[in-house]
Structure formats: C-alpha cells, structure tokens
C-alpha cells in the first residue's frame, strides 16, 4: 500500500487548508484511513479517521474546525481544516489501518501545516 499526500502549506490563524491523501495497492476492507500529526518536540497524535463502514472519529481539540471526508471509489480521504490555530502547526501523516488478519498500518510522508499567528 502506498499513500501519497498533499494539501500542506502556510496559512495565517484563522484560515483554512485542506490535505488529501490517495492509497493505492493492497487496500482491504475493513480499513480506516486518516490523519495524525506531530509538532515538535510533541509525540504523533491522532486528528481524525473515516472507517471504511463510514463512521469518523476525530480527535476533541479538533471537532467542529476539521471535517474528513472520504471518497472510497477514490480511495482518498480530505481533511478539510478550517479555523486554523498556531497550535496545529505540525507534521500531518496519512494513515491506513487495515483491519485484516494480520493488521496491517500504513504512513504516508508528511505534509507540513504552518499556522502563523
């Protein structure tokens, strides 16, 4: 499985960006794709995931700024960021969890966010 993303970039407190991320390969169901990210000096965090039974789960720093989205004929998920914080400033990861036997996780590269204040 590779995961290929984009959608990072500088962007003042406030405003808005939107990371999308495509899988490809050997992508079974059930899955869950999404984001995590990392700021530094900080350990990776969870930001939110969309299951592949359409469920989403989001972590509390985050709800009711950031929307997932995804597209599974597209196998992409976006992340649509919006009210943009100094402090989500970090490293997004895409992230593929499948939940076959064995599991298996996947990562993408990361895709920088700055948020200036």
């Known amino acids: 499985v590779q995961l290929q993303a984009s959608g990072g970039g500088l962007v003042q407190a406030g405003g808005s960006l939107r990371l999308s991320c495509t899988a490809s390969?050997?992508?079974?169901?059930?899955?869950?794709m999404g984001w995590y990210r990392q700021a530094p000096g900080k350990q990776r965090e969870l930001v939110a995931i969309?299951?592949?039974?359409?469920?989403?789960n989001y972590a509390d720093h985050v709800k009711g700024r950031f929307t997932i989205v995804r597209d599974g004929a597209k196998n992409t998920v976006y992340l649509q960021m919006n009210s943009l914080k100094p402090e989500d400033t970090a490293v997004y990861y895409c992230?593929?969890?499948?939940?076959?036997?064995?599991?298996?996780?996947?990562w993408g590269e990361g895709t920088l966010v700055t948020v200036s204040s």
């Open positions: 992230n593929l969890y499948r939940r076959t036997s064995p599991a298996m996780d996947y």
């Open positions: 390969g050997s992508i079974f169901s059930p899955n869950a």
């Open positions: 969309a299951n592949s039974g359409g469920t989403t």
